[in-house]
């Protein structure tokens, strides 16, 4: 596709079920990053991806969250027995690997847990 | 890690004015830093970034400095115009993982 595609846009989940997110990267980037955005505040740092590795979780709240991207091309980011503090917008983003370089974002997923 | 603040929060101007957003950093070892715009129910987008060999870079309309020894970049909107209303997110980072700062939201008043 043109750019990076996330789903679902807009998720809304009772507290305690599992919820899917999927990342669909621009075709050829090698590196895959899932930022957290509050309302009213910029992206924070999830886990990032190179190819089919996930080189750096350090951001992943807790061990509720996980992601993966099996083939090194689509990643899909799961939390487990959500919690209302997990409603926020889930971004992806690629780009083409190495260092520094411009990473492309995807539309997001607006997570509401109730 | 790595702790950016940008000022202002919102910022209101005329059309035709300049709009200048800036942004402090705490990680000295960060050498890259972008500037994105977020427009109403879409992704940040890139604008224009630097890196930290340069202390300024232009864009048409758009351009960034970046002073090193106080750890703070800058960005510059000349002539705005409607289009430009937006928030603006300024990041750094010193390999793959951006820090962003808390926004900017700018308005501009026809």
């Known amino acids: 596709g043109a750019g990076v595609s996330q789903s679902p846009r807009y998720k809304v989940t009772k507290r305690g079920q599992d919820v899917a997110l999927r990342c669909d990267p621009i075709s050829g980037h090698v590196s895959l990053y899932w930022y957290r955005q509050a309302l009213g505040q910029g992206p924070e740092f999830l886990t990032y991806?190179?190819?089919?590795?996930?080189?750096?979780k350090s951001g992943l709240p807790n061990d509720r969250f996980s992601a993966e991207r099996p083939e090194g091309s689509i990643s899909t980011l799961t939390i487990q027995r959500t919690e209302q503090r997990d409603s926020a917008m889930y971004r992806c983003?690629?780009?083409?690997?190495?260092?520094?370089?411009?990473?492309?974002f995807g539309q997001g997923t607006r997570l509401t847990v109730v | 890690g790595e702790n950016v603040e940008q000022h202002p929060s919102t910022l209101s101007v005329q059309e035709g004015d300049s709009a200048v957003i800036k942004c402090t950093y705490s990680?000295?070892?960060?050498?890259?830093f972008p500037w994105y715009k977020q427009e109403l129910g879409k992704g940040p987008q890139l604008i224009i970034d630097?890196?930290?060999?340069?202390g300024e870079k232009k864009d048409q309309r758009i351009a960034v400095t970046l002073n090193k020894t106080a750890k703070h970049f800058s960005l510059h909107i000349t002539e705005t115009q409607p289009e430009d209303s937006a928030v603006y997110f300024c990041?750094?980072?010193?390999?793959?993982?951006?820090?962003f700062g808390a926004g900017t939201t700018v308005t501009v008043r026809a």
């Open positions: 990680d000295s070892a960060s050498n890259y």
């Open positions: 983003a690629s780009s083409t690997g190495g260092s520094n370089t411009e990473a492309f």
């Open positions: 630097i890196r930290s060999n340069v």
């Open positions: 990041a750094a980072s010193n390999d793959y993982k951006l820090s």
């Open positions: 991806f190179n190819y089919e590795a996930q080189q750096d």
